[in-house]
């Protein structure tokens, strides 16, 4: 409810315009009631355990009122929800994004008779002022603001608030468009099995200042207790959280999967949850999805899936740098009853003699026809953008060899993007016609691929950060020939670097992996973190790959063998150029947006902002070629049957906007 009218103290030279809360949350997510009644089993006697430890008489649980030590191979117990009442405000994070600025704060639960009001306060020349207040809401004590009008260029200190000492507090970023260089940090894979702080992480860090967090996933494993294992995560990074844009999408653990194919929302029914859908109720799922993924940039289309799902699935600029948010979970098919068994599990492939391509069956859904869509607009959109990228939960390939431990060879698993093979190659060719990178996570093993299409090298690189406490689930790049692939990256410190074929077929190109050298020892699972830093002047990306225990301060010899790894921009288009059409000189404008498009196909090839005022387009036929040009789209002028020449005469072009 906006407060901007009852309450004197809020900055009116803001032009701030607070949003019914209420009102987003039930668009967004169907299953919101603020007036919920707190049952103890608010999803249900079928589910009597679910969230147990914060619903119901959560205070009276003895794992509530003590905080118990781990035994080695025991249990590990969440920390305890029964904290004293002035530490009830956990962490927040947030976004803005064009004008709207979206807060998300965790609480801990609350006792009977306590306030379910939480305040949302600036700092404005030196004094707090309140700007918005909300209710806390039940199952999940997580509360929202929403901010229009939100003024982009200046940092603002905030605190969330609960009854008079619980605070958060932090700092709105200003977006960083005057940054030569945005540095995005990438995590995922946070093993609930390790409890206690991250501390060397979060001191890293602190030091790398990142302009971006992306957690792609698996921020808990307390499949059960999504609310004590959201508050968890929270205490181990709130210091990296408070003061800098998160992204954060939920993965299969988030929502109580060991793997999940969501299969447009459906309700999974078999053991290991391959028929596809999702296990636990909607209500659940929707919760989780809130907690981590509200303050997300709305989505770019709202509409549910099945039984009122809701999707995230949406763009994010900062930094002149454009991301687009997808799941690659929500819409993909599941394998069982689809596909012939060929292994131990419907999703697991053992079958030395399997044709990979009797499992790219006509109808299978990777992304879905709508994320598919959504993407092929993001890539023709360059609004306020020098740079494009795609965050997502999972790698579009199968770039590990053994799973769960050393011995434990899998020819395929078809809980990664690489199957099902053929949407698999729209999605790589979407992303390609953007010069996009891929960030993702939830392999358990860092990787830097190039992924190939139709040929080796000619899509785009995806990185895969590394498990950031890798105590579940262990995987290796680990080639039965032990040999290098073709074209092996020079002078690489890794021997299997190179050309393969994963177990589904896909050709990738191995640039680094990082295997664990002991997963018995901490020091040596190969846990860790990424960055990816993009500079706008170079047109350059750089992955950087860090592990768990290693001290920044001391440089890159402190990251994983084979990183850091610099590559270009527009090499995340890597087909083989047989032509180029004539340069063109703009005229009236500095760096427009151009798209090619082969005329006899209208395959559109690429869309992107050039530098500058001047750029020749390369081509890869030797057919006739149309070239839009605009402002922020391709949509000012159009020039017709282009013939490809080589690039020293192909002659010029003016173009005047």
């Known amino acids: 409810m906006s407060s901007d009218q009852k309450n004197p103290s809020v900055d009116r030279r803001s032009a701030i315009k607070i949003a019914a809360t209420a009102a987003a949350c039930s668009l967004a997510f169907p299953d919101w009631d603020l007036a919920a009644q707190e049952t103890a089993k608010p999803f249900g006697d079928e589910f009597p355990n679910l969230e147990s430890l ?18 080695r191979g025991g249990a590990s117990p969440a920390p305890s929800m029964n904290v004293p ?5 956990v962490f927040a994070i947030y976004l803005h994004h064009a004008g709207v600025l979206k807060i998300s704060a965790q609480l801990y639960p609350l006792k009977p008779g306590e306030s379910r009001e939480v305040r949302l ?24 603001f929403r901010i229009e009008n939100w003024d982009a260029m200046r940092d603002v200190p905030y605190r969330i608030r609960h009854g008079e000492n619980a605070m958060f507090e932090g700092r709105i970023r200003r977006d960083p468009i005057d940054k030569n260089e945005i540095v995005v940090g990438n995590l995922s894979c946070n093993s609930s099995k390790t409890i206690g702080e991250r501390t060397e992480i979060v001191r890293n860090i602190l030091i790398q200042d990142p302009d971006l967090l992306f957690f792609s996933g698996d921020q808990t494993y307390r499949h059960t207790e999504h609310t004590a294992g959201w508050i968890e995560f929270g205490l181990q990074f709130r210091e990296i959280l408070r ?20 299969e447009s929302g459906k309700k999974s029914v078999t053991q290991g949850d391959a028929d596809g859908g999702y296990r636990y109720p909607v209500a659940y799922v929707n919760q989780v999805q809130r907690q981590q993924a509200w303050h997300l940039p709305d989505p770019v289309d709202p509409s549910p899936v099945d039984r009122d799902i809701a999707v995230y699935f949406t763009r994010l600029r900062l930094g002149e740098i454009d991301f687009a948010l997808l799941e690659d979970r929500k819409f993909k098919t599941g394998p069982d009853g689809k596909i012939p068994k060929m292994g131990p599990r419907p999703d697991h492939i053992n079958d030395a003699a399997y044709d990979p391509k009797s499992v790219d069956l006509p109808g299978l859904q990777l992304l879905g026809d709508r994320q598919e869509r959504f993407l092929r607009e993001w890539s023709e959109d360059w609004t306020g953008a020098a740079m494009k990228a795609v965050l997502s939960q999972t790698a579009f390939c199968g770039a590990v060899h053994m799973h769960g431990k050393e011995d434990g060879r899998l020819l395929a698993d078809l809980d990664c993007n690489g199957w099902p093979q053929t949407p698999r190659k729209r999605a790589l060719s979407l992303i390609r016609q ?11 093993l860092a990787v830097v691929v190039k992924h190939g299409i139709d040929t080796y090298g000619d899509g785009p690189y995806g990185f895969t950060s590394p498990a950031l406490v890798n105590t579940i689930y262990g995987r290796w790049w680990h080639p039965l020939d032990e040999k290098p692939g073709p074209n092996p990256v020079p002078n690489s410190p890794l021997p299997w670097t190179g050309d393969f074929l994963d177990g589904l077929g896909n050709q990738i190109s191995m640039l680094a992996y990082a295997n664990p050298e002991d997963i018995n020892d901490e020091k040596k699972r190969a846990d860790g973190y990424g960055i990816a830093r993009f500079n706008k002047e170079k047109r350059t990306i750089t992955f950087e790959c860090w592990p768990r225990f290693s001290d920044v301060k001391k440089g890159d010899s402190e990251q994983f063998p084979g990183w850091p790894i610099t590559i270009a921009m527009d090499a995340n288009d890597g087909r083989q150029v047989v032509g180029w059409l004539p340069e063109l000189l703009f005229e009236g404008i ?11 196909t209208g395959e559109i090839l690429y869309t992107v902002r050039v530098q500058g005022a001047r750029f020749q387009p390369r081509v890869y036929s030797q057919a006739l070629h149309t070239i ?27 173009v005047q906007l």
């Open 121 to 144: 306060e600036f700092e404005r020349d030196g004094e707090w002022q309140l700007a918005a207040s909300t209710q806390v809401l039940y199952p999940g004590w997580d509360a929202h």
């Open 434 to 444: 953007a010069w996009a990178v891929h960030l993702c996570g939830d392999q358990h």
């Open 85 to 89: 009442r002035d530490e009830v405000v």
């Open 628 to 654: 839009k040009v605009g402002r922020d789209k391709p949509d000012g002028i159009s020039i017709k049957g282009l013939q490809p020449k080589e690039k020293d005469q192909a002659g010029e072009r003016r």
């Open 243 to 262: 003061d800098r844009p998160v992204v954060c999408i939920p993965d299969d653990h988030d929502v109580g999967h060991g793997n999940l194919w969501g």
């Open 590 to 600: 500095v760096n427009p947006v151009v798209q090619v498009i082969e005329q006899s």
């Open 54 to 71: 914060t619903t119901g008489e959560w205070w009276t649980r003895p794992a509530n009122n003590r905080n118990t030590q781990v035994k």
